[in-house]
């Protein structure tokens, strides 16, 4: 089943979503946006369903974060795409079903965020994790809201305020992922703790993901859904956009 630029296919208990615009690095495009709501809302609705994993169509990325191509910089256009995108990203922690990233490639940006945001994260050995928006003048407004509680504040602002990629195992190092496995093995290791977690009693696992869900998702996200967009405004950010789109090393001021 194709949901806009998603793919969505089930089997047994377990759904699977891939991000299917490789050549696009499976960016956040509309249509992957779009897809994956769509796909989630299946899922949800699905009580045959019983785990959802997600993961990035080819070998290189799961995905790349947001596209920017189309950026407007005015106020509008800034808090209607930030309040989109927080939504989208934080939809993996409200489905009340457990939902696995197996990440087979970069992570970047709001792939990153949006990792963070299941249950958890199963990544191959060429996974690739960052938040890198810095280089744009801007933060990851997902990831701001939820690292410090993952990794702790002083690591969380060092990755926000220098966009450093981290491997696999320095993610695993850090807390963010739960396995590292060999790339081929990815989605056979994904399936395998989705058929573990599907054979447990299902009003438990839904309780234990509520539970410990309880805190996420309140005045923290409305904040950044208000700050964020004043970062559209600032010279910086309009020349570090512009340097990503021509392909040269920004001059911040």
């Known amino acids: 089943m194709q949901f806009d630029s998603v793919n969505y296919e089930t089997h047994g208990t377990t759904a699977l979503i891939t991000f299917n615009e490789p050549d696009k690095l499976n960016a956040l495009s509309t249509g992957i946006r779009s897809g994956f709501c769509k796909a989630l809302d299946q899922a949800r609705h699905d009580d045959d369903i019983r785990v959802i994993i997600v993961t990035g169509a080819g070998d290189k990325s799961f995905c790349a974060g947001a596209d920017i191509s189309g950026f407007e910089f005015t106020p509008s256009y800034a808090k209607n795409f930030i309040d989109e995108v927080l939504d989208i990203l934080a939809l993996a922690e409200q489905i009340n079903k457990p939902v696995i990233a197996a990440v087979n490639g970069y992570a970047f940006g709001g792939g990153f965020e949006l990792s963070i945001a299941c249950d958890f994260i199963i990544a191959s050995e060429q996974a690739k994790f960052a938040v890198p928006e810095i280089q744009l003048g801007l933060l990851p407004g997902f990831a701001i809201a939820r690292l410090n509680k993952l990794i702790g504040r002083q690591q969380a602002k060092y990755l926000s305020m220098t966009g450093t990629k981290l491997s696999a195992e320095e993610a695993k190092d850090l807390g963010l992922i739960l396995k590292v496995v060999p790339h081929e093995q990815l989605l056979t290791q994904a399936f395998a703790l989705a058929d573990e977690l599907a ?13 410990y869900n309880r805190e996420l998702g309140g005045d923290e996200l409305t904040y950044a859904k208000d700050v964020m967009p004043f970062l559209f405004l600032d010279d910086d950010t309009k020349e570090g956009v512009t340097a990503f789109r021509e392909k040269r090393k920004p001059i911040f001021k």
């Open 199 to 211: 054979s447990k009693p299902q009003m438990a696992i839904r309780y234990a993901k509520s539970i």
